[in-house]
């Protein structure tokens, strides 16, 4: 089962920044959370990952708790083309090398 | 660089045929993993090879299979197709598989089971 929890769906306008939260309450020490986007039936896309600091690059910022129960991604500028299911996952090192998708969060960005 | 390219994009198949889906990792990527998506389950881990080998496996059936030859390229067989096995099939390919090395994935192949 998916270890994290997720709304399932939000709006945003457009130029705005949209804050997309997940909780990962049993995530244990050197477990990562990434985060993918599905853009209609498309493959996911990879946006981000992060351990225990805040990361950003060019799409997004990651910003995760202290206690790393949750975290949030954030996209700065939302664009109509940033509509899409966003999926948080946690990443077991239990050595089974692959993600455990939940349902998302259908993000809609408004015009 | 190229990405994860997958074929065919599309297919039909009957009932009990078996099928064959090809994926092309990055260059340099040694890791290739396979899910599986429809809209009541959603995504599903199918299995993962590196360098060749299976290193996991998800719950699935026998008749899935999969294979990596050396050059990284890995195929998916399903056999005696079911109706249910109509999804949209994805490849991921990363460079080592690792907790802390991100997949790319495909854009699928759509398969449809008539």
């Known amino acids: 089962d998916a270890k994290t929890t997720q709304p399932p769906s939000m709006d945003c306008a457009e130029g705005r920044a949209a804050n997309l939260p997940c909780n990962h309450s049993t995530i244990s020490g050197n477990e990562y959370v990434y985060w993918y986007r599905q853009i209609h039936s498309q493959g996911p896309q990879y946006i981000i990952h992060?351990?225990?600091n805040n990361e950003t690059n060019e799409m997004a910022s990651l910003i995760i708790t202290e206690d790393r129960k949750s975290s949030t991604l954030i996209l700065p500028h939302a664009t109509l083309r940033d509509t899409a299911v966003y999926y948080c996952i946690v990443r077991t090192t239990s050595g089974t090398y692959k993600y455990i998708f939940g349902t998302g969060t259908r993000l809609k960005v408004l015009a | 660089k190229a990405g994860v390219t997958q074929t065919p994009r599309y297919l039909i198949k009957t009932r009990g045929q078996q099928v064959t889906l090809s994926c092309s990792p990055i260059s340099g990527h040694r890791s290739v993993s396979w899910y599986q998506q429809t809209p009541g389950q959603g995504l599903q881990f199918l299995f993962e090879?590196?360098?060749?080998?299976?290193?996991n496996k998800g719950n699935f059936p026998g008749r899935f299979s999969g294979r990596q030859f050396s050059n990284s390229r890995s195929e998916m067989n399903v056999s005696t197709l079911e109706l249910g096995d109509s999804a949209l099939y994805l490849c991921?390919?990363?460079?080592?598989?690792?907790?802390?090395?991100?997949?790319?994935f495909g854009q699928g192949t759509r398969l449809t089971v008539v």
């Open positions: 991921a390919s990363s460079y080592a598989g690792t907790v802390n090395t991100e997949a790319f």
């Open positions: 090879y590196f360098s060749e080998t299976q290193r």
């Open positions: 992060g351990l225990k």
